[in-house]
């Protein structure tokens, strides 16, 4: 018996596998999120709290005992620890904005250019320089009482294990890495001004760190591994790991990854490279800020319940009658594949003879637009995998296909637990068929008539999107 844990954003999960690959059981618990004028943060005690809390749900009905275990969650953000992994404050996410004039400097003196030319790493605010920067301007005391600064994941290895604090390099990668050496880059922490705080940045763990679980949440002994992070951890799970193949991630983060051997990094500096346990080989990624974020906003303020999206979108043909969204709600702005902190969504063609379903059916064409830019930026050449919480939507998988103009490999289930399980028996040596683990659970081909309509829209979706953002250069 196998589990992965997935620490969320706003919803931690333990999943159980069998030999095959069968997902026998999950437990979830949400976490909160604190948003107030641009700041968005979580406590960890509750993080912490839900993870202890799955592990003993799961594990208490569970047949047969635990072999293995494998742990991943949400990267980037700050999360100040203590030696023995407490919290010294909440955690600042990755959708935090409170830094968003700290890069707007950097992107404005070259040094963001700088950095991505040489981590391929596009700092947002939400990451930890920024943010590392931020408290060390405006609330040292923080900095001061720590004495690491990590990743939510790995505040969870620290508190299951007791195992010394380090992170991995899929974590790493963001934004002090060197991807050449997957070591930290010393002129990166002193162009963002951190060189006096270098010791905060935990140890890189290269392979992937592990240790036996203590007895809280886990049998005692449990042999645990650290990582990867949730989006390498979901490309494993969901079998990307050829050059040229693609995932895309419909969840709270709407996220593009492509499988390269490549390291480009000239281009419009955008989204990162993520390092991978293998050298030479990485996830060049576009994680753009908002995905079903986006839509549950557009729900909750219209009304309309999850159940009903599939009927909705029935109801309202391609185009949306004219209605038009521009999908970026985050209050950090955009990350990728373009960084502008500043970008805010846009709602337009909308009249007093619009529909809730004209509302849902655009702004799930609008998410559709942002990830087949980010895949392009990405590199996408071979097939294309999905997961995440959108993919419960058969309608939205359906209108994804047709706006993406290509076949969706759909991986359904818990595909970064299943991802983190996978590295972790690569970790200890396990033989598991990864072939097996993660075929697909359907493909979805596109409509070649809605797909050629699509294809022409995008192309004013970049329009539009190009104004938006020569309105906010003007701006500044």
Request: hydrophobic share 45%; net charge negative; charged share 20%.
């Amino acid at each position: 018996m196998y589990v992965g844990i997935d620490v969320g954003t706003s919803m931690v999960k333990a999943a159980a596998f069998d030999e095959e690959g069968r997902e026998l059981g999950v437990e979830a618990r949400a976490v909160g999120l604190a948003l107030h004028g641009g700041v968005v943060e979580q406590d960890m005690e509750e993080v912490y709290g839900a993870v202890v809390a799955v592990l003993e749900a799961l594990t208490s009905r569970l047949a047969e005992p635990v072999a293995l275990a494998g742990l991943t969650g949400q990267g980037d953000g700050v999360w100040l620890v203590d030696k023995e992994g407490r919290p010294v404050r909440a955690a600042a996410s990755w959708m935090d904005g409170r830094a968003h004039e700290l890069l707007d400097q950097w992107l404005a003196d070259g040094t963001f250019e700088t950095v991505f030319r040489r981590t391929g790493s596009a700092m947002f605010p939400g990451c930890p320089g920024p943010l590392l920067a931020w408290f060390d301007r405006y609330e040292p005391r923080s900095l001061d009482a720590a004495a690491t600064a990590v990743y939510c994941k790995d505040m969870v290895f620290r508190r299951l294990t007791g195992a010394p604090v380090t992170t991995d390099v899929s974590d790493a990668s963001m934004p002090f890495l060197d991807p050449r050496t997957r070591t930290y880059d010393n002129r990166v922490v002193e162009l963002l001004g951190l060189t006096h705080r270098r010791g905060l940045l935990a140890p890189v763990g290269d392979p992937i760190a592990t240790a036996e679980a203590l007895g809280e949440g886990l049998p005692a002994g449990t042999r645990l591994a650290n990582g990867p992070y949730d989006l390498p951890s979901c490309a494993l799970g969901a079998g990307v790991t050829a050059p040229g193949d693609g995932l895309l991630i419909v969840g709270t983060c709407l996220a593009s990854l492509v499988a390269t051997t490549d390291l480009d990094l000239t281009g419009e500096p955008a989204g990162l490279y993520i390092s991978t346990d293998r050298p030479g080989h990485w996830l060049r990624a576009m994680p753009a800020m908002v995905g079903t974020a986006a839509l549950d906003w557009v729900l909750s303020t219209t009304g309309v319940q999850r159940e009903e999206v599939d009927a909705l979108l029935a109801d309202t043909p391609p185009g949306a009658n004219g209605v038009r969204v521009l999908p970026y709600f985050a209050p950090s702005g955009e990350r990728a594949p373009f960084v502008e902190p500043r970008l805010r969504a846009e709602i337009t063609g909308v009249c007093l003879e619009s529909t809730k379903a004209d509302l849902v059916r655009a702004t799930c064409e609008g998410i559709g637009f942002a990830a087949r830019h980010c895949l392009q930026a990405a590199g996408l050449t071979g097939t294309l995998a999905v997961c995440g919480g959108g993919t419960r939507s058969p309608a939205w998988m359906r209108l994804l296909a047709d706006v993406l103009g290509r076949p969706l490999r759909v991986v359904e289930g818990e595909v970064g637990a299943r991802g983190a399980v996978l590295a972790a028996a690569e970790r200890y040596g396990v033989p598991l068929d990864a072939g097996v683990w993660t075929k697909p659970t359907s493909v979805v081909e596109p409509d070649a008539t809605r797909a050629a309509y699509y294809a022409k829209a995008y192309e004013d979706h970049l329009d539009r999107l190009a104004r938006a953002r020569a309105a906010m250069d003007a701006r500044r």
